[in-house]
């Protein structure tokens, strides 16, 4: 079986438009996920940063684990999202849960191990 993204959710713009600095943003990104026979979906998460942000968040935290972070140049939502489309759809497993602990490397499995006590 395939994986199909079935849609995508910026968490943090639906009560807003993006910033106008593209090189400087960190925004949670929900990316709901199934399979080409259809067995429902899941959440997957990943933060979206770019260097700029990563720096501020560095200076808060010296030292982080890059689990789940999609580190981008330039802000682009439709960018973004057209990658990880192509990346996660090209995922195949036997199983559903093949299928999602190979997704959970890029993005967090809302049902995979919490790794945020790790960082």
């Known amino acids: 079986m395939h994986a199909v993204v079935n849609a995508f959710r910026w968490v943090d713009l639906e009560d807003r438009e993006p910033d106008a600095s593209r090189d400087d943003a960190h925004e949670l990104l929900e990316i ?27 200076e ?19 960018a973004v999202e057209r990658h990880l489309k192509s990346v996660i759809e090209s995922i195949e497993a036997s199983t559903w849960e093949g299928v999602a602990n190979i997704v959970d490397r890029i993005a967090e499995w809302e049902f995979g191990p919490d790794l945020a006590e790790l960082s």
């Open 60 to 78: 808060e935290r010296p030292i982080m684990l890059g689990v789940h972070y999609l580190i981008v140049r330039e802000f682009n939502p439709s």
């Open 32 to 58: 709901y996920v199934g399979t080409d026979i259809g067995h429902g979906q899941d959440r997957f998460q990943v933060e979206v940063v770019t260097p700029k942000a990563l720096a501020r968040c560095l």
